[in-house]
Nanobody, 123 residues
């Protein structure tokens, strides 16, 4: 089994930055592709970013490309999402997730999920 715990969310003004962390336990972290998703009130969960097991390949949603950066530290069993130039539209609960293959953008492809961390961007 794999457990994922997100942290780093909070309230920030538009144009500010936050760094989210996702700590993993219960598995071999380096074997997992990691992804970030978000869900705003009344909206469907949407893909944000994903990173390969070795960190050499990344994929971003168009809405965050150039502003967000996903990275991982396998020695610490942690994946990060650096969020810069935040907009009110980025307000959502952010979730990390893991899978053992591919670099998927759809939620159904991910096997393990964290409980989420709230990000609120004020205008």
């Amino acid at each position: 089994q794999v457990q994922l715990v997100e942290s780093g969310g909070g309230l920030v003004q538009a144009g500010g930055s936050l760094r989210l962390s996702c700590a993993a336990s219960g598995g071999t972290f380096s074997n997992y592709v990691m992804g970030w998703f978000r869900q705003a009130p009344g909206k469907e969960r949407e893909f944000v970013a994903a990173i390969s097991w070795g960190g050499g390949n990344t994929y971003y949603a168009d809405s965050v490309k150039g502003r967000f950066t996903i990275s991982r530290d396998n020695a610490k069993n942690t994946v990060y999402l650096q969020m810069n130039s935040l907009k009110p539209e980025d307000t959502a609960v952010y979730y990390c997730a893991s899978t053992t293959r591919g670099l998927p953008r759809v939620a159904l492809a991910y096997e393990y999920w964290g409980q989420g961390t709230q990000v609120t961007v004020s205008s």
